[in-house]
């Protein structure tokens, strides 16, 4: 299946079928319509995280609160929904805060590592997670220890960080999704 979802859909197949997984849905339904849906492998998470691309939106909600924020969209245009202020105006009317928005870019090829680049092992980091918040070291990408899903590259940053946009970018990483968390 991976091998004609690369030849398909090429750097596409690993955000789609990452994020088809992170919504608990149909790999055909991804990006084309709007859904909320109870969070799956988010588990017990207490926000919701929302991702756009295309036509679509996607939710993904503690079960409890599915049924009132599908409601609440259930009137609103995709270009509505496909806004940070949109999500920012929905996070202070239910009392919670805006987490993003993310921007979220894959690389389906090795694009090589330069002589002059360090390797960091993942116990490098435990002093800079000791130093940030708990929310900057979810929103930094490296709180999972997977960096690639079925041969893919991920690369995550804010959106307002043009510097790890720019580096994306000059790395050959494609612009997949946006995303964002109400906490």
């Not at 105006?89 to 993310?102: E, K, N, Q, Y």
């Not at 995550?156 to 494609?174: K, Q, V």
Request: with cysteine; charged share 20%.
């Amino acid at each position: 299946m991976l091998d004609f979802l690369q030849r398909t859909l090429g750097k596409r197949a690993g955000g789609h079928n990452h994020h088809a997984a992170q919504f608990a849905l149909f790999f055909r339904a991804v990006w084309s319509a709007s859904t909320v849906r109870p969070h799956g492998r988010l588990g017990d998470y207490p926000g919701a995280v929302v991702a756009w691309r295309g036509t679509g939106v996607h939710v993904s909600a503690p079960p409890s609160q599915c049924s009132e924020i599908a409601e609440s969209l259930a009137t609103r245009g995709i270009r509505d929904l496909q806004t940070p202020e949109f999500w920012s105006a929905f996070a202070r009317s239910v009392d919670r805060d805006l987490i993003g928005p993310s921007t979220h870019h894959y690389l389906d090829e090795d694009p090589g590592v330069p002589a002059a680049v360090v390797r960091v092992e993942s116990t490098d980091l435990l002093p800079m997670r000791a130093a940030v918040t708990p929310d900057a070291w979810l929103e930094s990408g490296f709180d999972d220890d997977a960096q690639a899903w079925f041969g893919f590259a991920r690369w995550r940053a804010r959106t307002r960080n043009r510097g790890s946009l720019g580096a994306a970018r000059r790395l050959g990483f494609e612009l997949w999704c946006t995303q964002l968390a109400i906490r």
